[in-house]
């Protein structure tokens, strides 16, 4: 049975950092492809950056060049360091997997249930 659990969520100020966990088990984490999506209140989701089974990273144009994906195939772990935090990256954040990596929500086998960021301005 396929789990993925986020961890590192919470409140930060305009401008700060988090870093995002995303803990994988009961799949061949090596061969499978990881993704984080975010979802806003009232709003549909949005995908926000991948990694293939093979290291190449995707994101989207809003994120690109303040988040970093990344992953740990010793540890079946997948992170997203945030940084230069922004109001309007203000969701819940989740991540998935599929074997092929995707920017978009569809095709996703597996998501976890989702971290809740907060950014005060």
């Known amino acids: 049975q396929v789990q993925l659990v986020e961890s590192g969520g919470g409140l930060v100020q305009a401008g700060g950092s988090l870093r995002l966990s995303c803990a994988a088990s009961?799949?061949?984490?090596?061969?499978?492809?990881m993704g984080w999506f975010r979802q806003a209140a009232g709003k549909e989701r949005e995908f926000v950056a991948a990694i293939s089974s093979r290291g190449p990273t995707f994101y989207a144009d809003s994120v690109k060049g303040r988040f970093t994906i990344s992953r740990d195939n010793a540890k079946n772990m997948v992170y997203l360091q945030m940084n230069s935090l922004k109001p309007e990256d203000t969701a819940v954040y989740s991540c998935a997997t599929r074997l092929s990596v995707a920017i978009t929500a569809a095709g996703y086998d597996y998501w976890g249930q989702g971290t809740q960021v907060t950014v005060s301005s």
């Open positions: 009961g799949l061949a984490f090596s061969m499978y492809a």
